[in-house]
C-alpha cells in the first residue's frame, strides 16, 4: 500500500530559484534564507520518498485567463520547467508518476473533488522552487531530481479560489487515494506558496509576521478550525497572494492525525523576512511511522 509519509510547506518566491540558478545563496540578504533549508535538506536526503505529491499554484504559465481550472492533477509522464519570460531555470525535466496520478484521479474525483487531468503541462517557479530548496540543484542536463513528481495546480490567482475548507477536505481524499493505491511506495505531499505577501497595488510589500506564525502554530495544532478561515481573511491579513496559503491545507488534511491517526511531529519550522515581497514560511511534519 502507498503511504504519505509527511508533509512539507514551503514559500516559492521565485528570487530564490533565481538566487539559486546565479549561485548568489551566500550574499548577505540570502544567507539567513538559505540557512533556514539546511536541515530540510539533510532531512530530504534521509526521508527520501518514491514521489512527492507537489500542490502548488501556476502562475499564468501553463494557463491563462483563456482556462482557470480550480485543481488540476498533472497526470503525464514528464513536465518541462518553465520559461516565465527570462528563459527557464536550468533545472532538471520533472518526471511524473502517471500510473498512480491517475489512480489518485480517479479516486478523488469518485470522491466528489471535481479535478482538472492535465498530460501536457510546463511547470514554472511555484513547483521547481520548492524542489530546489528540499533537494538542491541537481545537474540541468545530466541530472535529474531525486524522486518523481505529480504536479497538482491549485488556483488561487483568478477569483473564485477555492476556500480553505474545500482545499482541508481535498487533502483527506487525497490521502484516501494514496492509500488505496496497491504498490508499496513512500509519498510525501507539500503544499507551497505564502506567506504574507502583496505583489500589488497601494499596499505591495505588505508582510504580517503575526498573523503568519499564529497561521503555523494553528496549522500545527488546530489545522481543522483554521481551515475555516474565510478568503477575506487571508486577503486583508495577509495580502493578496497570501491566499495562496489555501494551498497549505490541502498537505495537511493528508496527515495521519486529521483521518483519524496520531498528531505529526514537527521535525522542522523556519520563518524568515524578507525574500523578494515575501515573508518565507517552511515547516515539516512527520507522521509517526
Ligand atoms: C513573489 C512571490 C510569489 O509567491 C510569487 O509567486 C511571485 C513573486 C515575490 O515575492 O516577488
Ligand atoms: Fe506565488
Known amino acids: 500500500m502507498a503511504r504519505i509519509t509527511a508533509s512539507v510547506y514551503t514559500s516559492h518566491v521565485p528570487a530564490i530559484g533565481a538566487a539559486l540558478d546565479l549561485g548568489r545563496t551566500t550574499e548577505p540578504y540570502w544567507q539567513p534564507l538559505f540557512a533556514g533549508y ?49 528563459g527557464p531555470r536550468p533545472v532538471p525535466t520533472v518526471i511524473g508518476h502517471p500510473d498512480l496520478a491517475s489512480h489518485i484521479a480517479h479516486s478523488v474525483i469518485q470522491d466528489d473533488f471535481d479535478l482538472t487531468i492535465v498530460n501536457k503541462m510546463d511547470v514554472d517557479h511555484g513547483l521547481t522552487v520548492p524542489l530546489s530548496l528540499m533537494c538542491g540543484q541537481p545537474d540541468p542536463v545530466r541530472g535529474a531530481w531525486p524522486c518523481t513528481v505529480i504536479p497538482f495546480a491549485v488556483n488561487v490567482v483568478q477569483y473564485p479560489v477555492p476556500s480553505g475548507r474545500r482545499c482541508f477536505m ?120
Open 170 to 289: 481535498l487533502g483527506q481524499a487525497i490521502r484516501r487515494a494514496v492509500e488505496s493505491y496497491g504498490p508499496d511506495l513512500n509519498v510525501q505531499i507539500w503544499g507551497t506558496g505564502g506567506m504574507s505577501h502583496q505583489l500589488q497595488g497601494p499596499r505591495a510589500g505588505l508582510i504580517n509576521r503575526e498573523w503568519d506564525n499564529r497561521f503555523l502554530d494553528r496549522l500545527i495544532t488546530d489545522p481543522d478550525a483554521l481551515s475555516r478561515t474565510p478568503h477575506d481573511d487571508y486577503v486583508r491579513e495577509a495580502g493578496s497572494e497570501g491566499i495562496e496559503l489555501v494551498m497549505w491545507l490541502i498537505a495537511r488534511g493528508a496527515m495521519a492525525d486529521i483521518n483519524g491517526g496520531a498528531a505529526p511531529k514537527v521535525a522542522h519550522r523556519f520563518y524568515h523576512v524578507p525574500a523578494s515581497n515575501t515573508a518565507v514560511g517552511h515547516l515539516i511534519l512527520e507522521n509517526s511511522k
Open 38 to 86: 539546511d536541515f530540510s535538506k539533510r532531512w530530504f536526503a534521509e526521508n527520501r520518498p518514491d514521489v512527492v505529491f507537489l500542490v502548488y499554484n501556476d502562475h499564468a504559465t501553463a494557463f491563462s485567463l483563456d482556462l482557470i481550472p480550480t485543481f488540476a492533477i498533472g497526470t503525464g509522464e514528464r513536465f518541462q520547467p518553465a520559461d516565465e519570460g527570462w
